[in-house]
């Protein structure tokens, strides 16, 4: 990833988990919580793709489990939110621009119920038993009604800021494979502006040739 995608990745997942442990964890609602920090990775994975998504997924993950006050293994969510993060980047949007608000919302249902799911399997593989006291029911069904009001808020939002940090006109203009091609192909950046430029002064220097022909043939008469 360009310097801008990891300074804006980590500046948006480090504001997200303080906002998540010191605000929406002391919500003390019913069943879940608000996952902020999923949400930043889907909105990021959404624009960036699959591999940028599972590297951004893994490092917020990995900063939640050492978090206070964090009670589970470490890794345990870093291993979640890198898989969120690699299917939500392989079912993104076509050059990372929403054209409608049901597919994403699908996608951020599909992620809370899914997220729940795994880090639920993952704790009974290393012995922690906490969803079976609150209910894996209760907790299924509020993490995806709170994502689900959350998203539309923020998602968008995530979305615009990673186009636009892609967009930097003092970004690195080298053009790898995959999603950074395309992004840069949709861009409208130096890039097009530069063949612009070549294409007319190609132009220019027909039109100078053809009228050098004239005035050379005028001369001959």
């Known amino acids: 990833m360009r310097f801008n995608r990891m300074l804006l990745s980590t500046t948006l997942v480090v504001v997200a988990l303080v906002i998540q442990v010191s605000v929406l964890a002391r919500l003390q609602l019913p069943g879940a919580v608000p996952d902020l920090l999923l949400l930043v990775v889907l909105g990021l994975a959404f624009v960036y793709g699959h591999m940028a998504g599972a590297f951004i997924g893994f490092g917020a993950g990995l900063l939640a489990d050492l978090a206070p006050p964090a009670d589970h293994a470490a890794g345990r969510y870093a291993l979640v939110l890198c898989i969120i993060g690699y299917l939500a980047g392989l079912v ?32 009974a593989l290393v012995g922690d038993t906490a969803a079976r006291h609150v209910g894996l029911g209760s907790l299924l069904f509020t993490a995806a009604v709170y994502d689900l009001l959350l998203a539309p808020f923020t998602v968008p939002f995530i979305m615009a800021l990673a186009r636009r940090a892609d967009n930097d006109p003092l970004a690195e203009t080298k053009r790898g494979g995959g999603d950074v091609a395309s992004g840069w192909l949709t861009s409208g950046t130096g890039l097009r502006i530069g063949n612009q430029r070549g294409g007319l002064r190609a132009k220019a220097a027909r039109r100078q040739a053809v009228r050098a022909g004239r005035i050379k043939g005028v001369k001959r008469l």
């Open 92 to 123: 993104r949007p076509e050059n990372g621009q929403l054209r409608s608000a049901t597919g994403p919302m699908v996608v951020v249902v599909a992620a809370a119920i899914g997220s729940t799911l795994l880090y639920a399997g993952v704790g």
